[in-house]
């Protein structure tokens, strides 16, 4: 049962537009919610977060909006550039799961020179 | 910055073998680690979640006397694939909490098992 889901496997921008990556959860006590960035055979790295509390964070390029009557979170990138290829997690938790992370099923980003 | 490593960064090993993989976290103490496993183009999926000194709790479906989880010092966690077969092989990753309190969790750059 995928509580975190990522509709979109691919998306393609290209340079200097904006990149929107989409992500929905079902889980309404998830009150967390993370985007990591994955290169290819490498970890996952934390890219921003945002609480239940707010429902936009921003941080340089990268802008994380949250809708929680919707249970949609999305991740904009602008402007994007092509270093930013790669694969986009977006991730919830919940304190009472023990703040363990559902991930979705990543979203793989390809920024066009 | 919190750094958290892993070791083999890729192994291969034959049917039937074990094979263990060690997570550290260089720079904190890492009250929890947990481990994940990510099959090709699908989600990171969380294993077991460790916590330093006490034994592991695995999620649903997760085969307990298989992958071994020992969390022995606040750095370091280890995963042993034991009796390994070719479906075992995987992207392992384990990630590192300070702070039970703390959301963040730290991401090793994974390991690469692949199974003959």
């Known amino acids: 049962d995928q509580q975190v889901k990522q509709n979109s496997p691919s998306l393609s921008v290209q340079e200097g537009r904006i990149s929107i990556l989409n992500c929905d959860y079902t889980?309404?006590?998830?009150?967390?919610f993370l985007w990591y960035k994955k290169y290819p055979a490498e970890g996952p790295t934390f890219l921003i977060s945002?609480?239940?509390?707010?429902d936009k964070n921003e941080d340089g390029r990268f802008t994380v909006f949250l809708n929680k009557s919707a249970k949609h979170l999305s991740l904009h990138i602008v402007p994007s550039q092509p270093g930013d290829s790669a694969v986009y997690f977006c991730?919830?938790?919940?304190?009472?799961?023990?703040?363990?992370?559902?991930f979705g099923t990543g979203t793989s980003l390809t920024v066009i020179p | 910055g919190a750094v958290v490593s892993q070791h083999p960064s890729w192994v291969i090993c034959k049917s039937g073998t074990s094979v263990k993989i060690e997570c550290r976290s260089l720079?904190?103490?890492?009250?929890?680690m947990f481990w994940y496993r990510q099959f090709p183009k699908q989600s990171l999926m969380l294993m077991a979640t460790?916590?330093?000194?006490?034994?592991?709790?695995?999620e649903q479906g997760v085969e307990k006397d298989k992958f071994l989880i020992n969390h022995a010092s606040l750095t370091l966690s280890t995963l042993t694939v034991t009796s390994a077969h070719p479906e075992d092989s995987s992207f392992y990753i384990c990630?590192?909490?300070?702070?039970?309190?703390?959301?963040?969790?730290?991401f090793g750059p994974g390991t690469r098992l692949t199974v003959t």
């Open positions: 990630s590192a909490r300070e702070d039970a309190r703390n959301y963040e969790q730290y």
């Open positions: 889980n309404s006590m998830f009150d967390y």
């Open positions: 945002i609480s239940s509390i707010k």
């Open positions: 991730a919830a938790s919940a304190l009472y799961t023990g703040n363990q992370f559902y």
């Open positions: 720079d904190f103490q890492a009250t929890t």
């Open positions: 460790s916590n330093e000194g006490s034994k592991a709790t695995y």
